[in-house]
Structures are given as structure tokens and as C-alpha cells.
């Protein structure tokens, strides 16, 4: 099934050409279910065979993600206080957590934007609460550039050194979110040391 939609994606791409890399990591930034792994790995190993080059490959999927996480982030801006503060209640979300949401941002969300492009079914919606707090856009944009330049040059590389090895690629990405998951752990403890300290 995984060596399937895999081999769909990598005749997407070489078909689309580098828009496609562009289009479907913009598509996988908003609420649309395509994995990154499934974009930026095929396009690591068509690099990989001479057919792509792997700069540009990174490149326009940084910038997919920041146009993906920038439509989320204006689609909140614009209607997700309205939307919440008169729907909220059916879902459970009160008007004092979306206070609570927005000064959280307002003051941890160059970090939490950061962390969030790294975490694995969080990424996609991370930039929405951002937008909910209307976050400043040049510091989410920052961030977001950050987190997804990170995430989009370790796909890419796997996708150049292991593509032709399915077995090793998901290993190697097991460990390497794993690793992800426990720095963000030790880094987000970190800074939660140094505010209070600050704080006190």
C-alpha cells in the first residue's frame, strides 16, 4: 500500500514538475490529509537519480508549507474567533479557553509555531490557534520557515541516501521522530525553566 501511494506521488511529481512539490506540500500545510513524507521523499530520490535538483526540492517545499500554514493562519485570523466564540460550545471550547489560547501565543508562539511544524499530526494545525491570537505575522512566518526548513531538508535527505530502500526509510524516520520528539521534550523544558525564572 505504502510502496503504492509512493510510487503515485513520485509520477506526480516527475508529471507536475517542481510545482507539484510546491502545490501538494501547500495542500499538506492546511487541513488536507497528504503526508510530507510522501512528497518530499520521492522528490529526495528523483534528486537522488539526476531528474530533480535537491535545493530546489527544499526550497519550494518550505515555501508550500509557508503558503499552506499562511492560508490556515488568515482563514483563523478571519473567522475563527467569530466561528468559535458562537460554535465553540458544541465542541467544547469556552470563550475563557480561547482567551486562554490567545494570550498563550501571544507570548509562547514563536515557540510553540516552532515545535509544532516538527510534530507529527500537529503541524498541519498549528498555525490556526496563531492566527485565532493574531500572532504577529512576521514572527509566525519566522518560525514556520524554521520549523518546516528543518523537517522538509531531513525528508529530502532520506528520500537522496535511502529512496530506493522502503524498509529503511521508515525505520530512519521512526528514530529520527522519535529524536525529534525528545529534543522538543528537553528544549520545551528548557524554556519553561528560563520564563519562570524570568517570571519570578
Given at each position: 500500500?505504502?510502496a ?5 506521488i ?15 506540500m ?27 535538483n535537491?535545493y ?5 517545499g ?8 499562511l ?23 469556552s ?16 515557540i ?12 498541519h ?14 514572527v509566525f ?12 531538508v ?12 522502503e ?29 519562570k525564572?524570568?517570571?519570578n
Amino acid at each position: 500500500m505504502f510502496a503504492d501511494i509512493v510510487n503515485y506521488i513520485v509520477e506526480t511529481i516527475g508529471s507536475l514538475g517542481y510545482i507539484g512539490i510546491f502545490v501538494l506540500m501547500f495542500l499538506e500545510s492546511t487541513v488536507f490529509p497528504i503526508p510530507s513524507e510522501v512528497v518530499i521523499i520521492p522528490a529526495g530520490y528523483l534528486a537522488s537519480k539526476g531528474e530533480m535538483n535537491i535545493y530546489i526540492v527544499i526550497l519550494l517545499g518550505v515555501l508550500g508549507s509557508l503558503g499552506g500554514a499562511l492560508f490556515n493562519y488568515y482563514f483563523a485570523l478571519k473567522f475563527g474567533r467569530t466561528f468559535l466564540l458562537k460554535y465553540g460550545k458544541y465542541f467544547l471550547v469556552s470563550e475563557k479557553t480561547i482567551l486562554k489560547t490567545e494570550l498563550f501565543f501571544k507570548e509562547h508562539g514563536h515557540i510553540s509555531t516552532f515545535s509544532g511544524r516538527l510534530i507529527p499530526g500537529l503541524r498541519h494545525y498549528i498555525s490556526l490557534p496563531a492566527g485565532l491570537a493574531q500572532m504577529n505575522i512576521s514572527v509566525f512566518c519566522i518560525y514556520t520557515i524554521l520549523g518546516a526548513t528543518v523537517w522538509v531538508v531531513i525528508l529530502a535527505l532520506l528520500g537522496y541516501f535511502l529512496g530506493g530502500n522502503e524498509a529503511l526509510i521508515k525505520e530512519y524516520l521512526r528514530y529520527l521522530i522519535v529524536g525529534l520528539l525528545l529534543f522538543l521534550a528537553v528544549f520545551g523544558f528548557i524554556y519553561y525553566k528560563r520564563v519562570k525564572k524570568k517570571g519570578n
